[in-house]
């Protein structure tokens, strides 16, 4: 099966439920963007069965560290997770609490002036938060 590497490389076992978990994140042409508890609900009714938000949790976090998942972090209590990994900008819908993909070509260039000792900019990845 296609996910038992992608799960082992995750140190993780490739249990059923994790390779539903697969599934849902990686069957499809298209990225989606996902709080843990959008993909719990998504998870089990796709699938029809009960599965532990632990190991969605687990599973999830366990892709994020192996770069599977890209961490999005909203404000410091809401955090979506984005299967598209490479460099990409978003908006973020207040009212629809949505993610949508701004990619590179739709920003400016970007000037960081300050630096810091010691250290290198990996990426530039902005958030611009949208109203109605």
């Given at each position: 099966?296609?996910?038992?590497?992608?799960?082992?490389?995750?140190?993780?076992?490739?249990?059923?439920?994790?390779?539903?978990?697969?599934?849902?994140?990686?069957?499809?042409?298209k990225t989606f963007h996902f709080t843990i508890n959008e993909l719990e609900q998504k998870i089990k009714?796709?699938?029809?069965?009960?599965?532990?938000?632990?190991?969605?949790?687990?599973?999830?976090?366990?892709?994020?560290?192996?770069?599977?998942?890209?961490?999005?972090?909203?404000?410091?209590?809401?955090?979506?997770?984005?299967?598209?990994?490479s460099d990409h900008h978003h908006f973020y819908d207040l009212k629809e609490e949505k993610?949508?993909?701004?990619?590179?070509?739709?920003?400016?260039?970007?000037?960081?002036?300050?630096?810091?000792?010691?250290?290198?900019?990996?990426?530039?990845?902005?958030?611009?938060?949208?109203?109605?």
């Amino acid at each position: 099966m296609k996910y038992r590497e992608k799960l082992r490389n995750s140190g993780l076992r490739p249990t059923k439920q994790r390779i539903q978990i697969c599934e849902v994140l990686f069957d499809t042409d298209k990225t989606f963007h996902f709080t843990i508890n959008e993909l719990e609900q998504k998870i089990k009714k796709k699938t029809n069965t009960k599965i532990s938000l632990a190991t969605v949790y687990n599973t999830v976090h366990a892709f994020e560290k192996k770069g599977y998942l890209k961490q999005i972090p909203i404000n410091s209590n809401q955090t979506y997770f984005d299967t598209n990994v490479s460099d990409h900008h978003h908006f973020y819908d207040l009212k629809e609490e949505k993610l949508i993909d701004l990619e590179n070509a739709d920003v400016g260039p970007i000037n960081i002036k300050r630096k810091i000792d010691g250290k290198k900019i990996k990426s530039v990845e902005i958030l611009v938060r949208l109203e109605s």
